[in-house]
Nanobody
Framework: QVQLVESGGGLVQPGGSLRLSCAASGFTFSINAMSWYRQAPGKERELVATISSIGGITNYPDSMKGRFTISRDKSKNKVYLQMNGLKPGDTAVYYC?????????WGQGTQVTVSS
């Protein structure tokens, strides 16, 4: 059974940091790329970061550059998102996504709340 399990979310004060983790398991088709998305209430789901399986090439929307960093540990089948200088506007549910040759898969999401 294909699974993507996120962890590491929680409550953090403005200016704080969090590291999210995503563990992938049960894939029978190779993963081409993994990404982090987020969705806040009343807003569309937006891309945070992506990393390719071959080469580890990273991409970020301009709005995400500078504070967020995506990385991977291929031996552990894990992808991470390091978030620094968090702002209240970063409050959202963060989702892990895995893209294969045939389908896209999504995790259950982890809540990140930035508030004093």
């Amino acid at each position: 059974q294909v699974q993507l399990v996120e962890s590491g979310g929680g409550l953090v004060q403005p200016g704080g940091s969090l590291r999210l983790s995503c563990a992938a398991s049960g894939f029978t088709f190779s993963i081409n790329a993994m990404s982090w998305y987020r969705q806040a209430p009343g807003k569309e789901r937006e891309l945070v970061a992506t990393i390719s399986s071959i080469g580890g090439i990273t991409n970020y929307p301009d709005s995400m550059k500078g504070r967020f960093t995506i990385s991977r540990d291929k031996s552990k089948n894990k992808v991470y998102l390091q978030m620094n200088g968090l702002k209240p506007g970063d409050t959202a549910v963060y989702y892990c996504n895995a893209r294969t040759e045939r389908w896209n898969y999504w995790g259950q999401g982890t809540q990140v709340t930035v508030s004093s």
